[in-house]
């Protein structure tokens, strides 16, 4: 069946410091592929998407490349901030299903 | 949060007792999905619907949970007689496409 496997937290950064959150996929086809961010207490909010092989999702600074030949899905952000702190949690989509599988998410923590 | 709306956002029940979790979709979104996160845990899915369909609900527990949405009105998940297990936050999203906009979800304690 199809899985997502994110690299496990908690990740603790200095701000300003470069960031890599490792997503790998499992899945049949050409599936989408979506990063969450959840902020303490509240839902999730789609940080970012990619919708086939080679393409970048980008938003807020933040980065990442659909990888169909490494079948990842990495998020990166060059320069991290305090309020970058949250759960991000890596998804995909099947083609043919609505549904999103998510990973195990990633708590990350930035320090002054 | 584009617009999901689900309530109550806190929910307090004994074991035994109902839980009635509401959903009111982004305006013109057809498509209502609920996800349940338990603590320190990614989303897992329960059901799809589309108006007064069921159309997935692989991700459902076979007894003593339902959804609904109607033609009228928001998306209800139920969960009759609850235990403690059921403890967690359950996740409310609406699309026309893929990526769904998650509402805020509500959080359910059972006592």
């Known amino acids: 069946g199809n899985s997502v496997t994110q690299m496990e937290g908690p990740v603790t950064l200095s701000e300003e410091a470069f960031l890599t959150i490792n997503c790998t996929y499992t899945a049949t086809g050409y599936p989408s592929l979506f990063w969450y961010v959840q902020y303490p207490g509240e839902g999730l909010q789609l940080l970012l998407k990619?919708?086939?092989?080679?393409d970048k999702g980008s938003n807020k600074g933040f980065e990442a490349t659909y990888r169909k030949e490494t079948t990842s899905f990495h998020l990166e952000k060059g320069s991290v901030q305090v309020s970058d702190s949250a759960v991000y949690f890596c998804?995909?989509?099947?083609?043919?299903?609505?549904?999103?599988?998510f990973g195990q998410g990633t708590r990350l923590t930035i320090n002054p | 949060n584009a617009g999901v709306m689900q309530n109550p956002r806190h929910l307090v029940r004994r074991r035994g007792q109902e839980a009635r979790l509401r959903c009111s979709p982004v305006?013109?979104?057809?498509?209502v999905y609920w996800y349940r996160q338990l603590p320190e845990e990614g989303l897992k899915f329960m059901v799809y619907?589309?108006?007064?369909?069921?159309?997935?609900e692989s991700g459902m527990p076979k007894e003593r949970f339902s959804a609904e949405f109607p033609k009228e009105g928001p998306s209800i998940l139920r969960i009759q007689q609850v235990v403690r297990g059921d403890s967690a936050a359950y996740f409310c999203?609406?699309?026309?496409?893929?990526?769904?906009?998650f509402g805020p979800g509500t959080r359910l304690t059972v006592l």
């Open positions: 305006k013109g979104h057809s498509h």
């Open positions: 619907l589309q108006k007064e369909n069921i159309i997935d």
């Open positions: 998804a995909l989509s099947s083609q043919g299903a609505q549904k999103l599988v």
């Open positions: 999203a609406s699309s026309l496409d893929r990526g769904e906009y």
């Open positions: 990619a919708t086939k092989a080679d």
